[in-house]
């Protein structure tokens, strides 16, 4: 009888659990509870809010798939695929004060704003201690894993961020979270408090490689939330390539001290509004260097405007204005730049590895086109090397030995000048002018951002000379030299234009001379005819520049 009894206790109370079961999942979670969760997210976030599924199962607790949160656009702002909703402890009331410990985890977020996409897990572990008012006083710790944050062209993505963010009812610090940039390691130290619509970070605390950032900022209305941001660092400009991806930059050195204001609306980069200050005592690009640098910043409606900029380089200075169109992929600039009393020697030197002496440059240009692609960059300026003792650099100057002088190695270089301008990969100019003790020469052609060059050099001895150099100081005028910078420059000599251009007039002026000179015999009487003329001149030039 006892035994029958307890059975059907036992037989009730099943069929009560799966009744209350299947009425909670059935009834009360869909008609109920889950209408309740969607008006209250609509209410706080001024969004339409779906959920697919509620239910509930013993010990795991509610479980809530396919969230998506919608902007007034239809744009999705936020998916989550699944929220299991738990109690670590049952609910315990003291009068007005309830306290409970519940556990929230949420698998697939996937927050989307513009291009600005952010993706991971998160658990958070609340603990309600009591209640201020119609407010609940508790202490949450949410644990991030393996968040990725993407679309904030140039920089690159941020990949396994993770680490706890400890809040309570007013408050919230971080502990031990980190994230990858291209491969290396950043720390984030955040400290501040918040309300129902603002954030006030007092601490936000970065290390990435060699830079390290101290910043502090607010963000108000987190329904479309703006920011004001205020920071102070350390910027290691090698540290900038890694940071950055589709963009291939020339190699940087150095460390940026950097004060920078920044604000604008979160969901819209081209409203984001930035003043920064850089200071620098010494960096290089490439193999350029510099020092003292002193530059302002102001980022607006996605470009960046850059004045003044000044540095020191080598002995002289740099000044210059432009700016940037940071948020596009190219990142196109349009840059303004003058240069005056550069040491030309150390320069050189630094960039093709030539040691030819002493001079000061002054220059200017105008630049625009994609950073991402120097063979895009378009633009115009000119030169002038004044004071100069610069000697033909040995590799550029084989073309000398042609009129077989062997003084015209020791030629020095006093004065140069040109106007040039930049398209297609190359810095073209048809006017260079080169003064020196020895010759003067007029230049047209072109150098590639690769070193590579092809000039075609007109060259004017000096008249002493001209008479020791015999028929080649007649008839020779322009060389061509071209090849890939600093050791493989080809020089030639270019006949036709010789023949055309000098020739005819040597011979006019000068022909019995020349005549003499070349085939070693005392000129006729009688004027040869002109073809015969013209064959053993032929044959006296192809001897004279065989040898």
């Known amino acids: 009888m006892i035994k029958k009894i307890i059975i059907s206790v036992l037989l009730v109370l099943l069929i009560t659990v799966v009744a209350a079961f299947l009425y909670l999942n059935n009834v009360y979670i869909p008609k109920n509870l889950k209408p309740l969760v969607i008006s209250t997210l609509e209410k706080a976030l001024d969004k339409k809010v779906t959920i697919d599924q509620a239910s509930y199962f013993p010990i795991r607790g509610v479980l809530f798939s396919k969230i998506k949160i919608i902007n007034k656009d239809a744009s999705p702002f936020l998916d989550i695929n699944k929220i299991d909703l738990s109690l670590k402890s049952l609910p315990k009331f003291k009068g007005k004060d309830i306290s409970a410990q519940t556990k929230l985890v949420v698998q697939g977020i996937s927050f989307m704003q513009e291009k600005l996409k952010v993706e991971g897990n998160a658990a958070v572990d609340l603990n309600v201690e009591g209640m201020s008012g119609n407010k609940p006083l508790f202490k949450a710790i949410l644990t991030i894993d393996n968040f990725r944050v993407s679309g904030i062209p140039p920089l690159a993505d941020i990949t396994k961020l993770s680490g706890e963010v400890i809040c309570t009812h007013n408050s919230l610090s971080t502990n031990k979270l980190g994230a990858l940039i291209n491969k290396e390691k950043i720390d984030i130290s955040l400290e501040g408090t918040y309300s129902e619509n603002d954030l006030n970070l007092t601490k936000i605390d970065l290390v990435y490689a060699k830079t390290h950032i101290q910043s502090s900022a607010e963000v108000r209305n987190f329904k479309e939330p703006e920011f004001k941001l205020n920071a102070a660092g350390l910027l290691n400009l090698e540290d900038i390539e890694k940071m950055l991806i589709g963009i291939t930059l020339p190699k ?177 100019t048809q006017d260079f002018k080169m003064i020196a003790d020895m010759a003067e020469f007029a230049a047209t052609g072109y150098a590639t951002f690769g070193q590579y060059i092809d000039f075609t050099v007109e060259i004017d001895l000096a008249p002493e000379l001209k008479d020791r150099a015999g028929i080649a100081g007649a008839i020779i005028r322009k060389v061509r030299a071209r090849g890939q910078l600093p050791d493989k420059i080809k020089t030639d000599i270019l006949m036709q234009d010789a023949i055309k251009e000098v020739v005819k007039e040597a011979i006019k002026e000068k022909g019995a001379e020349i005549l003499k000179e070349v085939f070693g015999q005392e000129q006729q009487q009688a004027q040869p005819e002109g073809n015969i003329i013209q064959d053993q001149l032929k044959k006296g030039l192809k001897g004279l520049f065989k040898r």
């Open 252 to 428: 940087l050195t150095g460390d940026c001290k950097l004060q920078a204001q920044a604000s604008g609306k979160i969901s819209d980069l081209n409203s984001l509004f930035a003043d920064v200050k850089v200071g620098m005592s010494e960096g290089s690009v490439d193999k350029i260097r510099f020092s003292n640098v002193d530059a302002s910043l102001t980022l607006e409606q996605g470009t960046a405007y850059f004045e003044p900029v000044k540095c020191t380089f080598y002995e002289g200075k740099i000044s210059g204005s432009g700016n940037a169109k940071v948020f596009q992929k190219e990142l196109p600039v349009t840059a303004v730049l003058d240069a005056q009393g550069v040491n030309l020697a150390p320069l050189v030197k630094d960039l093709a590895g030539l040691d030819i002496g002493s001079g000061d440059l002054n220059a200017n240009a105008e630049i625009s086109g994609p950073v991402t692609d120097l063979n895009a960059l378009s633009g115009n300026g000119a030169l002038k090397l004044t004071d100069a003792k610069i000697q033909m650099p040995s590799k550029l100057g084989g073309f000398v030995k042609i009129f077989q002088l062997d003084q015209l190695s020791q030629m020095l270089i006093s004065e140069a000048s040109a106007t040039f301008t930049i398209a297609e990969g190359k810095i073209d």
